[in-house]
């Protein structure tokens, strides 16, 4: 074995965080690590780093026995990881922020064109080329999770720890990295790979170990499993399988005609955009990020202003309204990105559940603060909501526990007309199944819900009609019942439909 | 108007930038490291306080200059130690030493001279005027360019000097690592919190020069606040030259002409309130050339979420 832990136990006062927890790597392995939020995954994966220190419990490299005090040790002991928030300097080049740290330097210089060189080299060698002279800031984040693991290859990692590498990539530049991943690994590479998408680990790993309050519920190899038996390991119990009715569509809710946004660029953000949402129907939006789902979202929600088409809400024509005045009209919002828009990180969790509600729970100005806990301490228990109380600060949740933040306060608007960004984002497999049981739910009830999101399994589970878009335009709508993963793939790359 | 732009303008224009300059290169690395230092106008004030100090119990320049360093540094190890150890916020931290040194000075005046408002005494020594070789032979530029304190030459040293070492060296890539991404940065093993005080301890040596230029370069003497705001105007240049060494000289440049400027059309007649304004005028025309420049925000945002 190249790697064992063993008997790791991590406890932050009364909490336990890792309980007798026993991993193990071979050389050239692929392994994941799976659970849900909370389960202890990412501080494993701390403790390996070096940047927590375990209660109890050793590491053993290569048979002897070692221990990490920052994560310097670790590097040094040749493991490299790929945090989950990208750990890059945006201004600076690739090759500077690959060779930081270990620069190549002539006396007291910096010898920037040596660093190129290595970088180039490096590229070559693993077979992910990159630009080495190309500012950070202004490369795709699938080339940016490149620039990382380059990094860390360039700090003579054996072992590389990916945390959920996939979270912010499109479909695409997913591919390519499992590619890579896998050249690495016959390579002699081993890698650890901590992520919620079970279809994604299957595909990649090994072996698989999965982690459930602190504890290892299973450790077992890939092709033995499949993603059903993984789910029912991390959740502990059979997930439902949920079906949607068919209901009859209702009046439409939602109407937009000939959404045009120019923008800056050549080609416009939005393209004469129509389309329609009608009581109690899920219509889903597919496309990879940047194709005008994000501009949709907003010339809808008023938070952007349209150039030319109408925007009518039950019937009414919201076009160019204010935000506030569109939302209280019967418009909900789950966003696409829940940092920028979603909450305030300093908030506190009440707070941030307040949000949009505050008008419910005021008198003469003044809130009401009783009122206001017993409605988001009601969310927080619905939906398993891991945090330290009410009035934790909002960034110290993880981001799946946020996302059931966002997804509560959303639907307790309760409007008539809901649209869902990217609602599953960052949860794993248990909220995921609440939230799409509540997103279900509304719909049964005669809600319109327009999902935009860029999981096709996840357009495909719960729409009743799915739109695609590709380069601010919508290309194809297919009917839930007859869409398939690949026709709907040839649309987003930009294809013909064929039949 | 052949009066006003004369050799003499543009030679007490290169004197009067000095303090700017040399306070603004400091500004510049803290602001390299995500530090916006605010207490820039108390540093210089502590820095020509104390070299006057020196000055009146040891006599000699050398040693003046080193003791206006000292006291410096020791001041903005005050702003390091509260700014990054303690966490407190950088600005109201800033603002506050400034007041400190308001206080502390005027204080020490009398405390330590027993005068009031101001003190000068004809023992003291100023700092040499160095005379360039060839270049004091050169017509108009020999006037401008030759004849000032080595502080005047040494600021122009140091422009280079911090633009090499910022964007040559391997410290200086370490340092604009740790300003742009902190916890990216720690995540590497560079010892961001190291770096930082290296940064501030060395705006406290540059606003101790900066310090002694003011008291005992241009006139040898110290009066109450007598910086009058160029610590402000110096956190305008290194704004104006986006904490980039040469863009900070240009920007210090324009303010200590302004400086120069304003002194010289007091000679035209014109209400000694009314041209004093002028530095601050051009001052507020530049802020509207500083719109949101990016990487200091960065660097500032960055900063906030690694605490």
Redesign the interface.
């Known amino acids: 074995m190249l790697l064992q832990m063993n008997n790791i136990t991590k406890s932050y006062g009364n909490v336990t965080a890792n309980s007798n927890v026993a991993f193990s790597l071979r050389k050239g392995e692929i392994h994941a690590l799976v659970g849900e939020n909370g389960a202890g995954k990412t501080t494993l994966m701390r403790i390996l780093y070096g940047m927590e220190n375990p209660t109890s419990g050793e590491i053993r490299l290569e048979g002897k026995p070692v221990s990490f005090s920052s994560p310097e040790d670790a590097i040094s002991h040749k493991i490299g990881m790929v945090h989950q928030h990208f750990m890059l300097f945006p201004t600076f080049t690739i090759a500077e922020n690959i060779v930081i740290g270990r620069e190549p330097s002539s006396g007291i210089g910096f010898d920037r064109k040596a660093a190129a060189a290595v970088t180039e080299q490096l590229g070559r060698q693993f077979g992910m080329p990159v630009d080495p002279w190309k500012k950070v800031g202004e490369c795709s984040l699938g080339l940016q999770q490149r620039v990382e693991i380059l990094k860390v290859l360039h700090q003579g990692a054996e072992i590389i720890i990916l945390d959920e590498p996939t979270g912010v990539l499109t479909p695409l530049e997913v591919k390519e990295l499992l590619i890579a991943i896998k050249g690495l690994a016959t390579q002699g590479k081993s890698f650890i790979l901590i992520s919620h998408k079970l279809q994604e680990i299957m595909e990649v790993a090994d072996r698989i170990t999965v982690l459930r309050d602190g504890k290892v519920t299973g450790t077992v190899e890939a092709k033995d499993t499949d993603a059903e038996k993984l789910s029912r390991l991390m959740v502990g119990r059979d997930l439902v399988h949920m079906s949607r009715n068919e209901i009859p569509a209702g009046k439409p809710v939602l109407e937009a005609a000939g959404i045009t946004i120019a923008g800056s660029k050549t080609k416009p953000l939005l393209d004469g955009v129509s389309l329609h949402v009608d009581e109690g129907e899920i219509v889903g939006i597919a496309g990879i990020s940047g194709n005008g789902q994000s501009e949709l979202i907003q010339a809808i929600s008023g938070l952007m202003k349209v150039d030319t088409g109408s925007v009518k809400l039950l019937g009414q024509d919201i076009t160019g309204e204010q935000v506030k005045a569109i939302r209280e009209r019967g418009l909900a919002h789950i966003p696409e990105d829940r940092y920028q828009w979603g909450v305030a990180k300093d908030a506190t969790v009440a707070e941030n559940g307040l949000m949009g509600h505050a008008d419910r729970h005021q008198r003469y100005g003044v809130l009401r603060g009783s009122g206001i806990r017993r409605m988001v301490g009601e969310w927080v228990s619905r939906f398993g909501i891991k945090t330290g109380s009410l009035s934790t600060k909002a960034q110290y949740l993880s981001g799946g526990n946020l996302q059931k933040l966002i997804v509560a306060r959303e639907l307790a608007q309760n409007t008539p007309f809901l649209i869902a960004a990217e609602p599953t984002r960052g949860v794993d497999v248990g909220a995921m199944e609440i939230i799409h049981g509540e997103l279900l739910k509304k719909r049964d009830a005669g809600g319109a819900i327009l999902l935009i999101s860029s999981e096709l399994t996840e357009i495909l589970k719960l729409s009743d009609r799915i739109l695609v878009m590709f380069e601010g335009r919508i290309v194809g709508e297919l009917n839930a019942d007859n869409a398939t993963e690949e026709h709907i793939s040839l649309l987003m790359a930009g294809g013909k439909a064929v039949g | 108007m052949d009066h006003l732009f004369d050799v003499s303008l543009f030679a007490s224009t290169l004197r009067l930038v000095t303090p700017i300059l040399l306070a603004a290169l400091g500004g510049a690395i803290c602001a390299r490291v995500g530090l916006f230092n605010v207490g820039l106008e108390g540093l210089i004030l502590i820095g020509a306080f104390s070299a006057i100090v020196g000055n009146h119990f040891t006599g000699d320049v050398f040693a003046s200059i080193i003791f206006a360093i000292l006291c410096s540094v020791l001041f903005s190890m005050l702003f390091g130690y509260m700014s990054i150890h303690l966490r407190a916020n950088v600005i109201v931290v800033g603002i506050a030493l400034n007041f400190l040194a308001l206080g502390l000075t005027t204080f020490s005046l009398r405390a330590i001279f027993d005068v009031k408002g101001a003190y000068y005494n004809k023992d003291m020594v100023g700092l040499p005027k160095w005379d360039i070789p060839v270049i004091k032979d050169i017509p108009w530029l020999g006037d401008v360019i030759s004849g000032h304190s080595p502080l005047v030459y040494l600021s122009i040293l140091l422009v280079i000097a911090l633009h090499l070492f910022l964007f040559?060296?391997?410290?200086?890539?370490?340092l604009?690592?740790a300003g742009?991404?902190p916890?990216?940065?720690k995540?590497?093993?560079?010892k961001v919190t190291r770096i930082q005080y290296g940064a501030v301890l060395m705006c406290g040596v540059l606003c101790g020069l900066a310090g002694s230029q003011l008291s005992l370069g241009n006139v040898t003497m110290f009066t109450e606040g007598m910086t009058s705001g160029r610590g402000f105007i110096a956190l305008v240049a290194t704004m104006l030259g986006q904490s980039n060494p040469i863009g900070v000289a240009a920007s210090s440049l324009l303010f200590g002409f302004m400086d120069a400027l304003s002194i010289r059309l007091q000679g035209f007649a014109l209400p000694t309130h009314f041209t004093m304004m002028l530095p601050y005028v051009v001052t507020i025309a530049a802020m509207l050339f500083f719109k949101d420049k990016?990487?200091m925000q960065?660097a500032r945002k960055a900063n906030e979420s690694s605490r």
């Open positions: 040559k060296t391997v410290t200086g890539f370490r604009l690592a742009e991404n916890t990216a940065a995540s590497l093993g560079i990016g990487y960065e």
